[in-house]
């Protein structure tokens, strides 16, 4: 698995994508086993890109723990799952991130009836924090800075974590804001539970590879481009084909392969972009129809916005 | 077994008289093993110092009669009466008529976890509340007695079958029973141990212990035992002196036995 | 005497083929080539593991224990904030396996044994109940039993809530308040405290030191009262009554140090999200002690049954024979003979119980596994280092516990011919 | 007669007593109850109690599971029904999650056109050790086989697979129970080859693939066939030898060739698209029937008188032994990808297979050990008297009679693995337990459904455990008997 | 016993003569157990034909010598010599040695798991390598003239004592051995089933087969031996015709043997 990860996709001709074993809305696999999600769309838009077909991917689900062992040791060739981007697994664990698909924050969610309105009157409460993840190290972090102090109940999977919220075992539950709001909307009723406005800490999320194949990081890092910067452009799955013929945008004849090569140059064919954006839409078309308001989650932008629009999605240019 | 016969029968012991007083009545005893009739209108009445033999084909309830008696199991009508007190629920009297009747089993019984001197001084310590260095003493006077002092520290599972239920004897006579009860106490036995047992036991019978043997041994009844009781189907079938028995036996059933049993 | 064995017969001098063909040099041969093939194995799983970490630009390095952990852990056993470092969580884990595990075999033994006799009484119900009891434990994965529990727990205790306001919940018997999350159970605070012995970080209050220190006597003044009574008994053959002065060691101190020190309770209180002023046992482990308990227990009981069983039917006989009434016919008779059936399947079912106690992450209770072998790899990325360590410690903990089984067998094992 | 003299002690029996009733007290109900319910002060407190257990248990649990409803899509519309039927603040059980789930449950991601593999596989199982597990009496081996054969049919039925392959089921049982009847040691040969079919049914790709590396034994065994007499004590090596040489440069090439000539093709089915059940029989299955010969080696390493040998396998034994299964699950996935040459990347199941078996065995060589040690000396002695060589003794001689005396170890053994195979969920695995029902409640219609999985997954394992112990009772109860 | 005794003395067969020829040689030979030197010096030649009884009180290292002379227990110092072959640790010769010397054991040690039949055959197939078919002729011969071919589908925990020694002495017979060595055939059967060995035994003396038996059967060593062994504390103290040895033995030890053996 070590140095070409591309050859090694294109040799099996399937992609392995690491993702997350159960996340409504970011990937969970419906009763037939076909695994839907806004991670998920990340990685089919790279099997689009590099394969051809979207639907040459391996989906292994992965836990808290098993994740970037299963990226370091080749068993995935990138991960597309909720991991946050921090100093320490960049270098320390040498993984590369590939770029953000979305910005998140750590979030509190409490039941109405508790009458807090904020976090900073959590103090003493039990809180539900899945082990192993960032998240409760920024609880730990939090809550120390604030002169406060906490219960920890520790749980291991979200399934758990909100079955013990639900059943009262805990006052407050953290995690990502996006989760929460995941976990939140599938409430019997939801209005009963409040998310706390305090976002404590930054977690942006992204693909992950393998540090030291900078060819392979590319085309993730560029895939995921690809989708913003199709947001950016209008370009979308309905109109593609069109403009793609026909567009007048420089940047989006390059985009499309209409004109340049921008492919050969990670090792691609020219309408690589195409694919990907074709798999299932540009960025905000994967938004919406996986995590966002017309979905049960019903996720706003905030953040990941275009930059345009005052959010954060930003793709560097394509020339 | 035909020469172990006859040498018993040669040199009969004198055996001291017996007396008049009752050691154990038994009247119109009854038992069910659920709904099997194993025990049926059992009368007996034993005296001090008598020595009685119960014979009989298997499954007759040998067994179970003398299990009555120290009420390792329980009859269901009719009395026992053991040393003057009546055997019932009562868990005092059962306590008391165990302490004084001793009883040898066929498979020994001996505690394998104990020497054979703790199996000896157990139950005097903690029944009879003997001090142990009493205790020990007297143990080792039935050990020499039964002719194995040398083998006192050692643990059962050491000792040979004839020298464990030799030592099985030996632990009931410590608690000095007035009644002592065998239930076929030779019949797991290889031959050549068959003879050291027997001849504890005749020794035992010298001192004039009461006593209620079933066996086989038809040598040791002819030499030691005062009355030759045989059972069969749970009754008693015939009872009388070992001469009259072996020589004259009354009823077809004990001719049939005791051809079966003295034939081969 | 001289009388020793030679080596052996002389023997022809030495040929290749004999290192097949000749016993003794054929058990060499052979035991040198499996030498040379496990060892080769060894440097070759060595090797790769060097070859792969290289790759990876990764090294084998300890020092992540030193480092700061950052993580909460629920229940201590010795103090631990997140300042702390990842080698003081991890033996917060291991302190926390201990402890379930030391709980469960306690709990077992007494549940197994206790069922394990009940199944052989006379009571046909309740046999059958324990038969049920043990066949559906038994039968069914432990970790179902642990999530059950678990969830019985949560969903049955109220919230702390539930004791506050209006129609408030009352605590049980004033003093204990079961939760979804903990029970909270009294507290004992002294009036005339003594202090506390302060060892680094570790305060340790004196009266607590004191009460074990009494607990101990209490235990060295009872055995020897017993030798007493013993040698009383084998004087005089009468055993003199112990039961009251065992009593008084072990009721007389404890209330001194009540009336002395001014001991009172504290009763749980709700402050805020939470009871504090009381101790409040979380319900994961609880619940883990509980499932381990009663799985456990299940097999236990088998065993005792088993044991019991296997002391003959002769052997009590012989005792009600002899005179001895039943309670003493169990301790003198039954009970010496089936300990040593019982004891070693007993000790491997402890180890057990302390092996599956690493399921305690089931319920977030953080024992050595959720410790060393789950956050601090999973925040330090030092999978390799951690999870060899966990094994390395879970083996030595079996280790010891069996070592102590084989002391036990070799000194009960009955002497035979 | 009480009265009677010594002089006059003889006595006669002229008739015989006929047998009587027992006196009312021994008769009966009333007897029984008293002997076995209230025959003391304690006894009756016990019986009072045990019937208070009883009581308790049925008023708290008999509610919830009257009012289980079985039809419906959410929890929200179970609630719905439950309280709409036993009006308001009911509750009961929703049992609609596990209608609408149950193949998850029973196959994980499996293609649900593709359930006929597996169960097949299932029924395949069962016929393949027949010849191995009940050899005893072919009695029992008639009735496990229908039993078992019937169970297969019925979950083909309800799994609703092709009629072709229900057909075949028939078949191929019906052949079985006559090949049991007239030459059951045809049905070893079907055993022997099962693994490959097994393999191919499941994960699928070509036939030939399986096939050739079962034929790796093979050439094995003709290596230290071909080895000259002379020489017998090069056999062994020679044909781990050619096996290796086969196994590792031709395999693969000549199981290449064959399926070009005589393609055998089934479509492949990933190892992440098992879960549930499935997995739990697949890990359990093949941990046992691998750790069998390698607890086997163990067993006899481990009473080697040869020093080193010895103490390789106590070390070996005693070390997996005394770490729990979790972490070596953890090794499995997390660390045999750095013990292993740089590149290999080989499936999670069977990383896990690998170290299940690695447990098993060492539980297994324990379990094995114990029936050597219970074989007399004499039986060593006398095939060494007769001149047979260690392994010809080991195989014709001591393993047959050491194993039958293993067996009910043997299926304990397997029993703790069976369930044991939960713990995969902890790695991210969709065992039954916790990874099917985890993702099942991610689901939003059945978020909050809780209990109905677990007593689901509880009850079929305690099906399958129960039977199999009860099935090792009944051997050890045989055994003993046979056991001169 | 006493009339087994008597029996063969009597009707004392015709054997045939033995050859010149050497079946086992045995010089100087020397074992010990740990610390415990249990045979010592052993020198003994046995001719193609001869048949020797070997007798000694227990403990005195009969059976240690016998299993030395197939191997089963490795000697320490000196030599044997089995058919020209010398046992030393070279497996080959051991094979060799073992597959021409038949050995019978006191608990028979049949394999329980084969049938009779398959008993018989396995070693002729795995050993000698025969044909099956074959092998199965021979065997049903040879239980044929042990007397039990009807039982060769048996397993045999279905057979007697006395069946299944006679099993073993076929079994070995199977593989057609030049020496057949038994050690104390008959000390584990029940009285009346000795005889049926002991008669087969005799048997297979008047082919001419060379056998060394350890046995306390001196009806047996007085019909058939041509020569009588006498042991004691692993040496060997006395030997002569078997005439010589009973009626007029050299030895302080033998006599005192022969005293306990015949006496009781
Ligand atoms: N606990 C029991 N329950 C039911 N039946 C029993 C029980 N014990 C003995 N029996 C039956 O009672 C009958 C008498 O048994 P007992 O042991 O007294 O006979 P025995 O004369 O001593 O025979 P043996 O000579 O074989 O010892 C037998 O038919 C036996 O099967
Ligand atoms: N494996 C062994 N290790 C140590 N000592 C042994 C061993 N086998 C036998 N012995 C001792 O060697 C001595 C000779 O034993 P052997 O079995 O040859 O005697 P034997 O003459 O056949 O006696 P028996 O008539 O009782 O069979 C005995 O003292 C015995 O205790
Ligand atoms: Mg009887
Ligand atoms: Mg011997």
Redesign the pocket.
């Known amino acids: 698995a070590e140095g070409d990860t591309l050859a090694d996709v294109t040799g099996r001709d399937q992609l392995i994508c690491g993702v997350n074993a159960g996340l409504v809305g970011f990937a969970s696999p419906d009763a037939n086993g076909n695994w839907t999600g806004f991670d998920i769309a990340v990685c089919k838009a790279i099997a689009a890109a590099v394969l051809s077909d979207p639907a040459k991917v391996k989906y292994v689900p992965t836990t808290g723990q098993t994740r970037f062992t299963a990226l370091a040791s080749g068993e995935v060739d990138v991960l597309a799952r909720n991991s946050t981007w921090t100093f320490s697994r960049d270098t320390d664990l040498t993984l590369d991130f590939a770029g953000i698909n979305y910005y998140d924050g750590q979030g509190f969610m409490v039941p109405r009836s508790l009458g807090v309105s904020s976090a900073k009157e959590l103090d003493g409460a039990t809180i539900c924090v899945q082990t192993g993840t960032t998240t409760e190290l920024n609880l730990a972090d939090y809550f120390n800075a604030n002169n406060m102090s906490y219960q920890p109940v520790n749980i291991d999977s979200n399934a758990e974590g909100e079955q013990q919220y639900m059943a009262g075992a805990c006052d407050a539950y953290t995690t990502d804001a996006s989760g929460l709001a995941a976990t939140r909307a599938a409430f019997a009723s939801p209005s009963d539970h409040i998310i706390l406005p305090e976002i404590i800490s930054k977690e942006p999320l992204g693909p992950v590879v393998r540090h030291g194949d900078n060819n392979w990081g590319d085309i993730v890092r560029w895939t995921l481009y690809a989708l913003i910067a199709a947001e950016e452009y209008g370009v979308t799955s309905a109109n593609i084909e069109e403009l793609a013929s026909n567009s007048e945008n420089p940047e989006v004849q390059r985009l499309l392969g209409t004109t340049g090569d921008l492919g050969a140059m990670i090792g691609l064919d020219a309408e690589w972009a195409k694919r990907a954006i074709k798999a299932g839409g540009n960025y905000g078309e994967i938004f919406a129809k996986t995590i966002g308001e017309e979905t049960p989650i019903g996720l706003a932008r905030g953040l990941n916005a275009q930059w345009t629009q005052g959010g954060l999605m930003y793709a560097m240019p394509f020339r | 077994m035909s020469d172990l016969t006859a040498s018993y029968a040669t040199d009969t012991p004198h055996l001291p008289g017996m007396s008049d007083e009752i050691a154990i009545e038994i009247r119109d005893m009854n038992k069910w093993?659920?709904d099997?009739h194993?025990l049926r209108d059992i009368d007996l009445t034993v005296r001090r110092g008598e020595r009685i033999v119960i014979a009989?084909p298997?499954?007759?309830?040998?067994?179970?009669l003398i299990r009555c008696i120290n009420r390792l199991e329980e009859h269901q009508a009719g009395q026992i009466v053991v040393d003057g007190i009546e055997l019932t629920s009562d868990i005092k009297n059962i306590d008391k008529v165990r302490s004084e009747v001793g009883m040898v089993f066929q498979h020994f019984n001996l505690f394998p976890h104990l020497t054979v001197l703790e199996n000896c001084t157990l139950a005097p310590i903690w029944v009879r509340k003997v001090p142990k260095r009493q205790a020990e003493d007297t143990a080792m006077q039935y050990l020499e007695k039964v002719r194995i002092p040398e083998q006192a520290n050692k643990y059962p599972g050491q000792l040979s079958g004839g020298q464990q239920q030799r030592v099985a004897i030996a632990r009931s006579l410590c608690m000095e029973p007035k009644i002592m009860l065998f239930d076929?106490p030779t019949s797991a036995l290889d031959p050549e141990m068959i003879k050291e047992v027997l001849d504890t036991m005749i020794e035992l019978a010298e001192t004039g212990m009461t006593m209620l043997c079933?066996t086989h041994e038809m040598g040791f009844a002819q030499a030691v035992a005062d009355r030759v009781i045989f059972m069969d189907q749970g009754q008693i079938v015939e009872q009388n002196s070992p001469q009259e028995f072996f020589n004259n036996p009354k009823s077809d059933r004990t001719k049939l036995f005791l051809s079966q049993i003295l034939g081969h | 005497m001289t009388d020793r064995a030679p080596a052996g017969p002389a023997s022809p001098p030495f040929r290749p083929s004999m290192l097949i063909y000749d016993r003794r040099y054929r058990s060499m041969t052979f035991q040198v080539i499996v030498f040379i093939i496990v060892m080769s194995l060894v440097w070759w799983l060595i090797g790769n593991t060097i070859t792969n970490l290289e790759n990876l630009g990764k090294d084998i390095d300890f020092r992540f224990l030193f480092s700061r952990a950052g993580y909460d852990i629920p229940q201590q056993l010795i103090p631990y904030d997140n300042d702390d470092s990842h080698l003081r969580a991890a033996v917060i884990g291991l302190l926390n396996t201990l402890f379930v595990s030391f709980l469960g075999c306690i709990a077992a033994t007494f549940l197994g044994v206790a069922v394990g006799v009940l199944r052989l009484s006379n009571n046909w119900l309740f046999a059958r109940l324990m038969t049920i009891y043990v066949e559906i434990f038994r039968n069914i994965p432990l970790l179902l039993w642990i999530l059950i529990i678990f969830a019985i727990f949560t969903e049955i205790s109220p919230a702390p809530r539930a004791y506050r306001g209006e129609d408030a919940q009352n605590l049980f018997l004033g003093l204990i308040a079961p939760t979804n999350r903990y029970t909270s159970i009294p507290g004992i605070v002294a009036e005339h405290s003594p202090g506390v012995l302060q060892i680094g970080r570790i305060a340790i209050p004196w009266l607590a030191i004191l009460f074990l220190g009494l607990l101990a006597l209490a235990v060295v003044l009872r055995r020897w009262i017993n030798a007493r009574a013993q040698r009383v008994q084998n004087r005089t053959g009468r055993r003199p009554t112990t039961w009251w002065i065992n009593l008084a060691l072990f009721v007389v101190p404890p209330v001194a140090i009540w009336l002395i020190f001014g001991l009172r309770l504290t009763v749980p209180e709700l402050t805020g999200f939470n009871f504090s002023g009381g101790i409040n046992v979380d319900n994961s482990l609880v619940a883990l002690w509980l499932a381990l308990t009663l799985y456990t227990g299940a097999f236990i009981a088998e065993i005792v049954r088993a044991g019991i069983l296997a002391v003959s039917k002769g052997q009590s006989e012989a005792s009600f024979a002899l005179g001895l009434r039943p309670n003493r016919t169990m301790n003198l008779v039954i009970l010496p003979q089936a300990l040593r059936v019982i004891v070693p399947p007993l000790i491997s079912q402890y180890l057990n119980l302390t092996k599956n106690s690493s399921l305690a992450i089931a319920v977030g209770y953080m024992d050595l596994r959720g410790t060393l072998g789950g956050t601090t790899v999973n925040q330090t990325g030092r999978e390799l280092e951690g999870i060899l360590l966990m094994m390395l410690v879970y083996l030595a903990v079996s280790l010891m516990i069996s070592g102590v089984m084989n002391i036990y067998n070799s000194r009960v094992k009955l002497k035979e011919r | 007669m009480s009265e009677m003299h010594a002089e006059s002690v003889a006595y006669v029996r002229d008739t015989m007593l006929p047998p009587a009733a027992p006196p009312n007290q021994q008769l009966g109900a009333l007897r029984w109850l008293r002997v076995n319910l209230f025959s003391g002060w304690f006894n009756t407190v016990l019986t009072l109690l045990g019937l208070g257990i009883i009581w308790f248990l049925f008023d708290h649990f008999w509610p919830w599971l009257s009012h289980s409803v079985w039809k419906a899509d959410s929890v929200q519309e179970c609630r719905e029904i439950i309280a709409a039927r036993y009006g308001e603040g009911a509750t009961g059980g929703c049992f609609g999650v596990i209608r609408e789930r149950w193949h998850q449950y029973l196959f994980g991601f499996y293609p649900r056109a593709e359930y006929w593999r597996p169960l097949m596989t299932l029924g395949l199982l069962f016929i393949a050790i027949t010849p191995v597990l009940f050899s005893v009496n072919p009695a029992i081996r008639r009735w496990v086989l229908a039993v078992t054969g019937l169970i297969t049919l019925l979950l083909m039925g309800v799994a609703e697979v092709p009629d072709w392959a229900v057909l075949l089921m028939w078949a191929l049982i019906g052949t079985a129970l006559l090949l049991g009847e007239y030459a059951p040691q045809r049905l070893l040969i079907f055993t022997l080859f099962y693994p490959v079919v097994g393999v191919w049914f499941l994960w699928g790709g070509s036939l030939w693939f399986p096939l050739m590396l079962l034929a790796g034994f093979g050439v094995g065994y003709l290596a230290t066939r071909l080895v000259p007499p002379r020489h017998a004590g090069l056999a062994l090596p020679a044909g781990i030898a050619a096996a290796l040489i086969w196994w590792l440069f031709l395999a693969g090439p000549v199981a290449g060739l064959l399926g070009d000539l005589a393609p055998a093709r089934l479509r492949v089915i990933d190892s992440n698209e098992f879960g549930g059940f499935l997995l739990a029989m697949v890990i359990g299955v093949s941990g046992i029937a691998m750790s069998l010969p390698l607890g086997i080696v163990l067993a006899l390493a481990r009473r080697s008188d040869m020093f080193l040998i010895h103490v390789f396998a106590v070390i070996f034994i005693e070390f997996i032994r005394g770490v729990p299964l979790i972490t070596l699950l953890f090794v499995a996935s997390l660390l045999l990808n750095y013990f292993l040459p740089p590149g290999t990347n080989f499936d999670i199941i069977l990383r896990v297979i690998i170290m299940v078996t690695i447990f098993a065995a060492a539980y297994m060589a324990e379990v094995i050990r114990g029936g050597l040690a219970a074989l007399p000396r004499g039986q060593f002695e006398a095939a060494d008297a007769l001149g047979l060589n260690y392994w010809q003794a080991q195989r014709l001689i001591v393993l047959p009679q050491a194993l039958k005396i293993s067996i009910p170890g043997i299926v304990g053994t397997f029993i703790g693995m069976f369930k044991d195979t939960t713990l995969v969920g902890l790695i991210g695995l969709f065992d039954p337990l916790k990874g099917i029902s985890d993702f099942v409640r991610s689901n939003f219609a059945w978020k909050g459904i809780y209990w109905e999985p677990f007593i689901f997954v509880g009850a079929i394992f305690f099906v399958i455990c129960f039977s199999m112990s009860r099935y090792s009772m009944y051997l050890e109860r045989r055994l003993s008997r046979e056991h001169r």
Do not use: D, I, L, Q
């Not at chain 2, 298997?58 to 179970?64: D, E, N, V």
């Open positions: 093993y659920g099997f194993v009989g298997s499954g007759s309830g040998k067994s179970t076929e079933v």
